[in-house]
């Protein structure tokens, strides 16, 4: 799989810090069946 490489010029900036992410899905707490939208993904981290 080739890598991303995040250009300013567009700004892209990509949350890579596993313990942050986690964090944040902890926050929004999801339940089983419920459907979450990532908007602008980039990567896809969550």
Known sequence: MRS???RKRFG???LTDKLLIE????LI???PGQTLVEIGP???AM
């Not at 964090?23 to 902890?26: A, E, G, L, Q, S």
């Open 4 to 6: 991303h490489i995040p």
């Open 29 to 31: 707490d999801p339940q």
């Open 42 to 44: 980039g990567l896809g």
């Open 23 to 26: 964090t944040i899905v902890d």
């Open 12 to 14: 892209q900036h990509f």
